[in-house]
């Protein structure tokens, strides 16, 4: 076949070189009109190489010639490698190929024929363009894309499974027959997998299990067509096998023990059953299930979806004192397993598992959650709403204290005794507030008299039952005003009224006049709302300008209360349109409830008393200030000041030293060193009322220094009254009491600007412009 189509190439070869030269012949001549020239043509044969030759270089590839007949004609060649690979003989119109061509590098090479003249280098001949090929030889082995090729097949997969695809190349020119076929064979693992002559991988047995062995490496070598030598080469292929869900469960232990605490959380996790499953995690749906024991209803059994465990967890609180241990078998099975894969043992597993309770010593247990007492407003007789109760669960069975821990605001009123007694200290008001909520603590008394740390709580809710103890009071939207010349029937104002207590079910509240003699009458609405409405009409601005109006508000409770509230109504001139032009300006009346008014009565007869009482006792003190001034004649002084000012003129009134020489006499010893000043006096019998006196004021002057439950000695430095003839008078405390005696103290005006103070503030006409 080669040969042939080399036979093929040299005998068409002229005929394309005859064409091609007439084609730039024509081209030449064209663009050449100016100049008659002969007509010329190249020839040449078809050129061609083989790649790889083996003889020495250069080789011959073929031969360019033209028609020109000129001895001084030279060829020349152009293009691509032209000059380097390929030369010319410049006289013969030989090509050489100077290096070895590769076909799989370049397969054709173009290049342009020229023919000068050697002397002045003018083209002889147009140019024309030949194209040198490469002839593939069979020199290259195929190749694979990649050295590692991966696949995957689901286990237990039938024969002929299809695995993967493998791929290889080759080099050689494809068109030529043979040169670029490719052939495959596995040469490992063909005991397992097979290639067809595509590349594609096939299974060759149907019991692949991936619990025995989950990947295989096969080694696939692809060579050239039958028939034709060459190398090969080999590429290595991981077949993954995929799980399939063909595995039950199987318990790892024959029992399971668990320990667990009785006060552990209902959902809580008492232990884990483990199990083994060899197929993939997404293939694991163990499901468990009891088959023994009576405890169906107190634990469940979840399946970790991750780990495959089971979960055991109480469905109920757990009690030591009840039931100490829990005893039964479970089974474990998997309802998603492929049976036509299955391949030996039991479709299901079972283990017991037991269960151990330990005690912990629990708090008290309430009997009721929560706790709701109800109770009457303003109820004195409900002292006790009722009780909380709790016990010890455990098996010691301690006493209980209860205590208040927190409660909502204003809930002070609600008392805890110590023995869960709910007490009311004072009657509740349900205005004040509806309900009360506290909580209380409940806690074991330990053995030894302390509390336990460990302590529970309930919610204490307290309602209020509503009394009718609240009047209906008037709402005031707005001040109330009318039209002097306003029609009968004018709706002057709607009133409405408001109720501390509930609304009572049997209707709306009851509105009435006080009085029916004035010009304004009352229309109830039944929405418990009511019109004030003009009776007559024409109101008369100058007798009247204002109008109080007395409304009286009943409420439906039991017992019926109501309430008197004024109104106050302007009467307002309008215009023509009814428009208000001008009220009068007053200030904003509001009603006053009777309760309110009895208030102010109490407050005002209070005051009343507290004046009358402070009046008495100021004239009580004015009649003693006559009485202070002659018992204060008789006093005399006991100690002499030599540094008093000037109107101090009676500081020699008295000799002490009378007082010294009764003592002397031997009347009574003094125990205590007297602190005043000492005075002989001759030494003689008592016998006059002064010599009685100096007697008496020694003897009580020694029974006050030897009286431990008086004040020391040195308090006795009082005065009853000083100076007689001073001017200012007694500068004493102790007659302060009598000071509103009519003293005329306008000498203080004439002591200077430094006592100008004082003066107006005791003078008999003070200073008007003075602030007090």
Same mark, same amino acid.
């Given at each position: ?50 790649? #790889? ?142 290639? $067809? ?26 060579? $050239? ?131 151990? &309770? ?23 007789? !409900?002292?006790?709403?009722?009780? &909380? ?7 010691? !069975? ?27 200290? !004072?009657?509740?008001?349900? @205005? ?34 509503? #009394? ?54 009352? &229309? ?21 300008k204002i109008h109080y109006l007395p409304v009286i508000i009943s409420d439906n409770g039991d017992p019926e209360l109501s309430s008197t509230n004024t109104l106050v109504i302007s009467v307002c001139k309008c ?67 030599? @540094? ?114 004082l003066a107006e503030l005791y003078g008999s006409e003070p200073n008007e412009d003075f602030v007090y």
């Amino acid at each position: 076949m080669k040969k042939l189509i080399l036979l093929l190439s040299l005998f068409l070869a002229p005929a394309f070189a005859y064409k091609e030269s007439q084609k730039t012949k024509q081209n030449f001549s064209s663009n050449n009109t100016s100049h008659k020239r002969l007509k010329r043509d190249w020839i040449w044969n078809q050129m061609h190489i083989k790649e #790889e030759i083996d003889t020495p270089l250069p080789h011959h590839v073929g031969k360019i010639t033209s028609s020109v007949r000129n001895n001084n004609a030279k060829y020349i060649i152009e293009g691509e490698y032209a000059n380097t690979i390929f030369k010319v003989e410049e006289t013969s119109g030989d090509v050489y190929a100077f290096e070895r061509l590769d076909r799989e590098k370049k397969a054709e090479y173009e290049l342009t024929a020229l023919i000068i003249d050697r002397r002045n280098n003018r083209s002889l001949e147009p140019p024309s363009k030949f194209i040198i090929k490469v002839y593939d030889i069979n020199d290259n082995a195929p190749v694979f894309v990649q050295k590692v090729f991966n696949g995957s097949v689901p286990e237990m997969s039938p024969v002929g499974t299809s695995v993967t695809k493998v791929t290889a190349v080759d080099a050689d020119d494809p068109t030529v027959t043979g040169h670029a076929t490719v052939t495959y064979q596995v040469i490992k693992g063909d005991e397992y997998f097979t290639v $067809d002559d595509s590349g594609v991988i096939f299974t060759t047995r149907a019991d692949l299990d991936r619990e025995n062995q989950s990947t295989y490496e096969i080694i696939v070598k692809a060579k $050239d067509a039958p028939g034709f030598s060459g190398d090969s080469s080999t590429a290595t292929v991981i077949i993954t096998l995929t799980d399939i869900n063909d595995n039950f469960p199987v318990f790892k232990h024959p029992s399971f023990h668990f320990k667990v605490p009785e006060n552990v959380s209902v959902g809580g996790e008492v232990g884990r059953v483990k199990v083994e499953d060899i197929d993939e995690p997404q293939h694991r749906n163990t499901k468990y299930s009891f088959v023994r024991g009576d405890y169906r209803d107190t634990f469940e059994i979840v399946a970790n979806p991750y780990t495959n465990e089971g979960i055991i967890r109480p469905k109920k609180p757990l009690d030591f004192e009840k039931v100490a241990e829990y005893r039964f078998d479970i089974e474990a099975t998997d309802p998603t397993v492929d049976l036509r894969y299955f391949k030996s043992g039991g479709s299901r597993s079972i283990s017991t598992v037991t269960i151990e &309770v330990t005690d912990v010593d629990e708090p008290p247990v309430f009997t009721k959650l929560p706790y709701e007492f109800k109770v009457r407003e303003n109820d004195p007789e !409900k002292k006790i709403l009722g009780s &909380v109760w709790a016990y010890d669960p455990d098996a010691a !069975k301690r006493k209980i204290r209860f205590v208040r821990r927190r409660a909502s605001p204003n809930a002070d009123y609600i008392r805890v005794s110590d023995t869960g007694i709910i007490q009311l200290p !004072k009657p509740l008001d349900r @205005e004040f507030s509806s309900s009360y909520n506290i909580t209380v603590a409940a806690q074991e008394i330990l053995e030894d008299g302390r509390l336990s740390d460990r302590e529970s709580h309930a919610q204490v809710h307290v309602i209020v039952i509503d #009394e009718n103890d609240n009047a209906p009071e008037l709402v005031y939207p707005e001040e109330p005003r009318v039209c002097e010349n306003a029609a009968p029937g004018k709706v002057i104002i709607t009133i409405s009224a408001t109720d501390k207590d509930e609304i009572s079910p049997r209707g709306f509240f009851k509105y009435s006049l006080a009085t029916e003699d004035s010009n304004f009458s009352l &229309v109830e609405n039944h929405d418990n709302t009511a019109n004030i409405t003009v009776k007559y009409g024409q109101f008369n601005r100058e007798l009247a300008k204002i109008h109080y109006l007395p409304v009286i508000i009943s409420d439906n409770g039991d017992p019926e209360l109501s309430s008197t509230n004024t109104l106050v109504i302007s009467v307002c001139k309008c215009n023509e349109k009814g428009d208000f032009t001008f009220c009068e300006e007053r200030a904003k009346q509001v009603g006053v409830s009777i309760q309110a008014l009895v208030a102010i009565f109490v407050c005002i007869f209070t005051i009343i008393v507290i004046a009358l009482l402070i009046l008495l006792r100021k004239r009580h003190k004015k009649d003693l200030s006559g009485l202070g001034r002659n018992v204060a004649e008789i006093h005399e002084q006991l100690v002499t000041y030599d @540094e008093e000012g000037g109107g101090e003129m009676d500081t020699t009134s008295y000799d002490v030293s009378v007082l010294n020489s009764v003592r002397k006499n031997g009347m009574k010893p003094e125990t205590v060193p007297s602190p005043y000043a000492q005075v002989q006096k001759p030494p003689g019998n008592p016998t006059s009322g002064a010599e009685k006196m100096e007697i008496m004021i020694e003897v009580k002057k020694d029974e006050a220094d030897n009286d431990r439950d008086l004040l020391p000695y040195d308090t006795l430095h009082i005065y009853g009254y000083e100076g007689a003839e001073s001017i200012a008078e007694s500068l004493s405390s102790l007659e302060s009491g009598s000071s509103d005696s009519d003293i005329d103290y306008d000498f203080l005006n004439d002591w200077g600007p430094r006592f100008k103070m004082l003066a107006e503030l005791y003078g008999s006409e003070p200073n008007e412009d003075f602030v007090y």
